[in-house]
């Protein structure tokens, strides 16, 4: 059980360019979400799905695509990178109200 | 709107000191609330929860109750350990959306010196 899963664990960008970051969870959860952490701060919903086929907005979308055409699957997606995404992204899966279940994060730099 | 306010760090302790980091909450309705930790270079790990009023959430020594006359959610841990050093986040669900969505706190940075 490999749990949450993130790829790449770090990558650089530079401005305009764009980039996908991938999520998969192997414990059949309905519940996927993307968060964004920057420095000192906590993390800040982006996106989330609560089931194949179904996403909406958080807190921060702006910037950023998502698609879930399978349970297993979240990627994120970011069209014109700019310095402002500049943050660690983190993916998230869970079940109902129980808890959610963390990724080990990708550390994006936009240059 | 919901929001968490935690104590600011950092916090520096020695090890066997008694531990205490304040986090309050605004929120609609009764959420659930979690503390989550992050040790460096990882994703965070749920530490303990805590669903309603007057529960007490309990792991590895880390002890918070929720409180909703004083809409608090403090950890307390008697004695910490050099391994207890990382970064401590109280966070709260939403219940508005069904999806459980997380409301965190900015983190509170904890290192234990021997």
């Known amino acids: 059980n490999a749990g949450v899963t993130q790829t790449p664990k770090f990558r650089i960008l530079k401005i305009g360019q764009s980039m996908t970051l991938q999520c998969t969870q192997d414990m059949n959860h309905n519940y996927m979400y993307w968060y964004r952490q920057d420095p000192g701060m906590g993390l800040k919903l982006i996106y989330y799905s609560v089931g194949a086929g179904i996403t909406d907005k958080g807190e921060v979308p702006n910037g950023y695509n998502v698609s879930r055409s399978t349970t297993e699957d979240f990627p994120l997606r970011l069209e014109l990178a700019a310095p402002s995404q500049t943050s660690v992204y983190f993916c998230?899966?869970?079940?109902?109200?129980?808890?959610?279940?963390f990724g080990p994060g990708t550390r994006l730099t936009v240059l | 709107g919901n929001s968490v306010t935690q104590m600011e760090g950092p916090v520096t302790l020695s090890e066997e000191a008694f531990l205490t980091i304040n986090c309050t909450y605004t929120?609609?309705?009764?959420?659930?609330l979690f503390w989550y930790v992050q040790y460096p270079g990882e994703g965070l790990q749920l530490l303990l929860k805590?669903?309603?009023?007057?529960d007490k959430g309990s792991n590895k020594g880390f002890e918070a109750t929720y409180r909703k006359e004083t809409t608090s959610f403090h950890l307390e841990k008697g004695s910490v350990q050099v391994s207890d050093s990382a970064v401590y986040f109280c966070?709260?669900?939403?219940?508005?959306?069904?999806?459980?969505?997380?409301?965190f706190g900015t983190g509170t940075r904890l290192t234990v010196i021997p």
């Open positions: 966070a709260l669900s939403d219940l508005e959306t069904g999806a459980n969505n997380l409301f």
């Open positions: 805590a669903t309603k009023a007057d």
């Open positions: 998230a899966s869970g079940q109902g109200q129980d808890t959610q279940y």
């Open positions: 929120a609609t309705g009764y959420p659930s």
